[in-house]
T-cell receptor, first 111, second 113 residues
Framework: GEDVEQSLFLSVREGDSSVINCTYTDSSSTYLYWYKQEPGAGLQLLTYIFSNMDMKQDQRLTVLLNKKDKHLSLRIADTQTGDSAIYFC???????????FGRGTSLIVHP | SAVISQKPSRDICQRGTSLTIQCQVDSQVTMMFWYRQQPGQSLTLIAT?????????ESGFVIDKFPISRPNLTFSTLTVSNMSPEDSSIYLCSVQGANTEAFFGQGTRLTVV
């Protein structure tokens, strides 16, 4: 079945850029998503990218997609303490409309 | 996007009891989804709830343990029955957007003691 992998932790200094990486196995993925989960909250959709795109930028967020390598990344510029959260990568497609989620990357931003 | 209200937001329950979680959406949707999120784990889909029909359960989840109601196009409930400490988890209600993206409620954090 489909699989989505992420590293579990990332620690960055405030003001630096954060890059969270994700790999997936389903070559027929149509959409790829990034979600943010703050403590005690549900998942908030941050951004998504179609599989025929290489890059999508939205303010401080940049999503890069390497479809050949099935690699997705989320770059957060000028990382702030409020960006501390768990970030989930997800993909859907290939006949399934239900997203498959990774285990989440816990981003810790320290002064 | 959809606004999803889920309640309770958290609860501590005795083992052997049941808890019903409610999910209200601000628009009519065909399908509603229930997920479980265990600590440090990915989201696991429990079932898909369509209005007017029985819910479709994923492998490892059964109706007797997780009965679901879907009385109309904006509301659903998930019951966690005969709870044990292993059921301690976050339970999330979700609906789908136009690009198959998932929108979530704030979740119900359940602790079974």
């Amino acid at each position: 079945g489909e699989d989505v992998e992420q590293s579990l932790f990332l620690s960055v200094r405030e003001g630096d850029s954060s890059v969270i990486n994700c790999t997936y196995t389903d070559s027929s993925s149509t959409y790829l998503y990034w979600y943010k989960q703050e403590p005690g909250a549900g998942l908030q959709l941050l951004t998504y990218i179609f599989s025929n795109m290489d890059m999508k930028q939205d303010q401080r967020l940049t999503v890069l997609l390497n479809k050949k390598d099935k690699h997705l990344s989320l770059r957060i510029a000028d990382t702030q303490t409020g960006d501390s959260a768990i970030y989930f990568c997800a993909e859907s497609g290939g006949g399934s409309y239900i997203p498959t989620f990774g285990r989440g990357t816990s981003l810790i931003v320290h002064p | 996007s959809a606004v999803i209200s889920q309640k309770p937001s958290r609860d501590i329950c005795q083992r052997g009891t049941s808890l019903t979680i409610q999910c209200q959406v601000d628009s009519q949707v065909t399908m509603m989804f229930w997920y479980r999120q265990q600590p440090g784990q990915s989201l696991t889909l429990i079932a898909t709830a369509n209005q007017g029909s029985e819910a479709t359960y994923e492998s490892g989840f059964v109706i007797d343990k997780f009965p679901i109601s879907r009385p109309n196009l904006t509301f659903s409930t998930l019951t966690v029955s005969n709870m044990s400490p292993e059921d301690s988890s976050i339970y999330l209600c979700s609906v789908q957007g136009a690009n198959t993206e998932a929108f979530f409620g704030q979740g119900t954090r359940l602790t079974v003691v």
